[in-house]
């Protein structure tokens, strides 16, 4: 799902997409200057590896996410409590971002219950 930043006005957007067992549901809305703000939640089930044994586990996930999209090049004047994600096209491609969370998240460090 690509969405074009400037199109995102002071009214919220909702978005839902669904990846395999993964949902990404929320909205966009602008806030300042060249800044979007993604505001969602990311719940379902991811699959990934035990970091010991190699065996695959499911992982359940219920994280909210929030962090800005830059439309252009982010100047980091303004102490911003939150990630900021630049586009250089003015647009934002959702899939991408679930997948680059989905991507951090199995990143992490997991223990089957084998291994616990
Ligand atoms: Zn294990």
């Known amino acids: 799902?690509?969405?074009?930043?400037?199109?995102?006005?002071?009214?919220?957007?909702?978005?839902?997409?669904?990846?395999?067992?993964?949902?990404f549901k929320g909205f966009l809305q602008y806030?300042?200057?060249?800044?979007i703000?993604?505001?969602?939640?990311?719940?379902?089930?991811?699959?990934?590896?035990?970091?010991r044994c190699g065996e695959e586990i499911d992982l359940?996930?219920?994280e909210d996410l929030k962090f800005f999209i830059s439309d252009g090049l982010y100047k980091d004047d303004d102490?911003?409590?939150f990630d900021?994600?630049?586009s250089f096209n003015s647009m934002v491609d959702l899939n991408d971002l679930l997948k680059s969370e989905i991507e951090l998240i199995k990143s992490d460090y997991h223990?089957?219950?084998?291994?616990?």
């Open 60 to 62: 359940e996930v219920d």
């Open 37 to 51: 703000l993604l505001k969602a939640k990311l719940c379902g089930i991811v699959n990934t590896e035990c970091s």
């Open 111 to 116: 223990i089957c219950d084998n291994c616990k």
């Open 84 to 86: 900021v994600v630049e």
């Open 31 to 35: 806030d300042s200057g060249n800044l």
């Open 1 to 23: 799902m690509i969405i074009s930043l400037r199109k995102i006005g002071k009214t919220p957007s909702d978005f839902e997409i669904q990846d395999d067992k993964i949902t």
């Open 79 to 81: 102490n911003i409590e």
